[in-house]
């Protein structure tokens, strides 16, 4: 067409979607583009740069123990009020999960990681020139926070989208870098305290934090295409559009009623003219599926919320509230309940390098174990975090060095197969399945924000009252409890408990059933001898 604008084409047009998420991926680097989940390529430098980010992210969290009684003592504040430090930040972490999703949409997961490190470090910076408690509450709960949520959440949403046989394993082995982390920066910065302050050592760890910026630069995008993707067409848009033209066409096909039963005299079974026939149909099929999925995708939600209408969605995000109760508190408390039983600091420090140690096994062997195929993946996770919660009332009988090792070890083993799978278990199809992994974790990690800002105050606030310290892990097993039991239910809800969607399939049954009957009879019998016509034509011998 000359002097007026050329419509688009179908194949422009139907492919428009990989088009914008290319051009969304240029502002960070070149995407990665593969007709298959490659398992592997560039998955390997991306799971290398999320094992670091795990060490300068949950590792540091999980280390910040090894300041507490520095804290209580330069502060003269009681232990609830120093827990809120690393409560505000958890809760932050958790709480901006959506906005993360929501950026690393917009800007890809290179960029949001790289402003993650740096609001990280420059957070953890500032904290050491700290002068109140409240101040800490602001560099390191909100700032640094803030970078963990975006340095943490992008990392492990694009390491899912390079991997699917060996994703368990992978994210498995990958989430062990908080482990190593721990194992070594107890020891480490204990001595380094002794050495320099804790306030220099505070410096040293935010200036430390700087390499997620590296490993962030890591960070390619990846576009999944199938080598025939222009000309692919959804089963369900070609029925939808089948059905329209089929309509269109005679008004009483018998393809566009859906009844379950295939005649003989069908076109689908006849081979030779009524194929042919249906050929430029498809065609046709093809160009309207297409511009309506291009019009239908302009419309998807950057986050998407609808995946709270699924009860098994439901069921495991109250999981993952509860469960988060006895993620962060026992690695807080851990070195103070060891001194309080009378335990030197520096073998008390080892306990929580033994703890990381044991969790080291404890991702590996789920990583294993989850890969194996066939397994039901969520039934092994309900295991562990009823043998966790097991562990976590086991602290508080514990009265001298080897009981808490052993209780450390036990603890370890089965806090890295819960902590290092309950994120990346959203992907399995027993949750939500991989195409709505991204919203499904920034929803999930959203609704663990208010657990994460209440675990560790509350167990502070039973240390306070009872000095006891050992009280502090009863809140811990408690709230381990109800997540098994809320993780219990997902397989039901998602199998058995949830009809909304049966009874809405026989409503479409039964309203295809409807208009089965209005068809008047007389035309039934015109288009029924029309194909019996084309039947004869076709299988003439020649």
Not at 119 to 143: C, D, E, P, R
Not at 299 to 328: N, Q, R
């Amino acid at each position: 067409m000359v002097g007026g604008g050329a419509p688009p084409r179908p194949a422009e047009t139907g492919c428009s979607r990989s088009r914008m998420t290319e051009k969304k991926s240029k502002l960070c680097c070149r995407a990665n583009v593969y007709t298959q989940v490659p398992d592997g390529g560039w998955g390997w430098p991306v799971a290398v740069s999320f094992f670091f980010i795990e060490v300068f992210t949950y590792g540091i969290i999980k280390s910040f123990g090894v300041f507490f009684n520095d804290l209580m003592d330069s502060f003269d504040e009681s232990n609830s009020r120093i827990s809120w430090i690393i409560s505000i930040c958890v809760f932050v972490l958790t709480f901006t999960a959506p906005l993360s999703t929501v950026l690393s949409n917009c800007f890809g997961h290179r960029l949001v990681v790289i402003a993650g490190g740096l609001l990280v470090s420059t957070g953890m910076v500032a904290a050491s020139f700290s002068q109140k408690v409240y101040h800490m509450y602001i560099t390191i709960g909100l700032i640094s926070g803030l970078g963990y949520c975006f340095s943490f959440l992008p990392t492990v949403t694009i390491l899912s989208q390079y991997f699917d046989k060996r994703r368990s394993v992978v994210t498995a082995v990958a989430s062990t870098g908080e482990c190593f982390a721990v194992f070594a920066f107890a020891p480490a910065i204990t001595a380094l305290k002794e050495q320099v302050g804790w306030r220099r050592s505070l410096l040293f760890v935010g200036l430390l934090q700087l390499n997620i910026v590296v490993c962030g630069a890591l960070l390619r995008p990846i576009i999944i295409r199938g080598p025939e993707s222009p000309k692919t067409v959804t089963h369900e848009s070609r029925k939808e559009v089948q059905y329209m033209l089929e309509n269109e066409k005679t008004r009483t096909s018998l393809d566009s009623i859906d009844s379950g039963v295939e005649l003989t005299t069908s076109p689908k079974n006849v081979p030779s003219h009524a194929t042919a026939e249906l050929e430029p149909r498809a065609d046709q099929q093809q160009t309207l599926g297409k511009a309506g999925s291009a019009h239908g995708e302009r419309k998807v939600p950057l986050l998407d919320f609808s995946i709270l209408k699924e009860k098994s969605f439901i069921c495991y995000a109250l999981f993952g509230l509860f469960a988060t109760l006895g993620f962060f508190a026992p690695s807080l408390y851990i070195i103070p309940l060891g001194i309080s039983l009378g335990i030197d600091s520096d073998r008390a420090a080892f306990l929580l390098s033994t703890m990381a140690i044991a969790e080291v096994f404890g991702r590996i062997g789920a990583g294993f174990v989850l890969n194996r195929e066939p397994i039901r993946k969520i039934y092994i996770e309900l295991v562990c975090v009823i043998l966790l919660t097991v562990s976590l009332f086991a602290f508080t009988f514990a009265a001298e060095f080897w009981g808490l090792m052993l209780c450390s070890v036990f603890f370890g083993i089965m806090v890295g197969t819960v902590g290092g799978t309950h994120i990346p278990l959203l992907a399995e199809d027993d949750v939500v399945g991989i195409d709505r992994m991204s919203s499904a974790a920034g929803v999930y990690v959203f609704i663990q924000s208010i657990a994460g800002l209440a675990g560790p105050p509350l167990a502070g606030l039973l240390v306070d009252q009872s000095k006891i310290y050992s009280r502090a892990f009863y809140s811990c097993a408690a709230g381990m409890a109800v997540a098994a039991l809320c993780l219990a239910l997902v397989r039901p809800c998602k199998q058995g408990l949830c009809q909304h969607r049966h009874s809405g399939e026989t409503k479409i049954e039964s309203h295809r059933g409807k208009a089965l009957q209005d068809i008047p009879e007389d035309f039934l019998e015109m288009d029924l001898g029309k194909i019996e016509q084309r039947v004869h034509v076709t299988t003439e011998p020649v």
